[in-house]
């Protein structure tokens, strides 16, 4: 069975930073593909980046918005994914899913998700 | 960046209804777009990927349409566990850019 787990979340003040941690299993993680997805209160999901395999070159890639202040990496030994979060805004309070990125139809699809870790930014 | 827009923003209907969803896309990204189901409190679930292909495991009374701008997600006969929100999500984008729906909330009336 396939598992997501995230943690690290919590509440931390503006400008802070806060790495959150995927923990996986009941696949073969170093040839996964990788995304974080959050989800603010009330809306849609937004992708956050994604991270390819290494067989697959490890490309890292972000949302425009939030390019800069994000790094994502995986340690494919720990079969675990990381999102370091630097200068923390209010806006980004949300969930925070990891997710096994599926090549399916010749598309990606988000197809398995943790249950995801609420990260608040509050003074 | 591709925006998603779906429609209605809230649809109230009874168990059994055949219901439809829509989405469009601010410029065409093929059959490049995916569904996803999302019960409260819970990550969303996909339904659809590539527009029309049914995800393992989801029930066939889920089907989807669509290419270029404009897809639908149809329910054939709701039930009590389609009660949920539905977002669609574009995976054109490349670089990966991928965007998703401001989401559709299906009531019961």
């Known amino acids: 069975e396939v598992q997501l787990v995230e943690s690290g979340g919590g509440l931390v003040n503006p400008g802070e930073s806060l790495t959150l941690s995927c923990a996986a299993s009941g696949f073969n993680f170093s040839l996964a593909w990788l995304s974080w997805v959050r989800q603010a209160p009330g809306r849609g999901p937004q992708w956050v980046g994604r991270i390819k395999s290494r067989s697959a070159g490890g490309t890292i890639d972000y949302a425009a918005p939030l390019k800069g202040r994000l790094a994502i990496s995986r340690d494919d030994s720990r079969n675990t994914l990381y999102l370091q979060m630097n200068s923390l805004k209010t806006e980004d309070t949300a969930v925070y899913f990891c997710t096994w990125d599926a090549y399916k139809g010749g598309t990606y699809s988000f197809a398995h998700w943790g249950q995801g870790a609420l990260v608040s930014v509050s003074s | 960046d591709i925006q998603m827009t779906q429609s209605p923003s809230s649809l109230s209907a009874s168990v059994g209804d055949r219901v439809t969803i829509t989405c469009r896309a601010s410029?065409?990204?093929?059959?490049?777009l995916n569904w996803y189901r999302q019960e409260p409190g819970k990550a969303p679930n996909l339904l659809i990927f590539a527009a029309s292909s049914l995800e393992s495991g989801v029930p066939s009374r889920f089907s989807g349409s669509g290419s270029g701008t404009d897809f639908s997600l149809t329910i054939s006969s709701l039930q009590p566990e389609d009660f949920a929100t539905y977002f669609c999500?574009?995976?054109?984008?490349?670089?990966?850019?991928?965007?998703f729906g401001q989401g559709t909330k299906l009531e019961i009336k």
């Open positions: 410029q065409s990204i093929s059959n490049y």
């Open positions: 999500q574009q995976s054109y984008s490349n670089p990966p850019e991928y965007t």
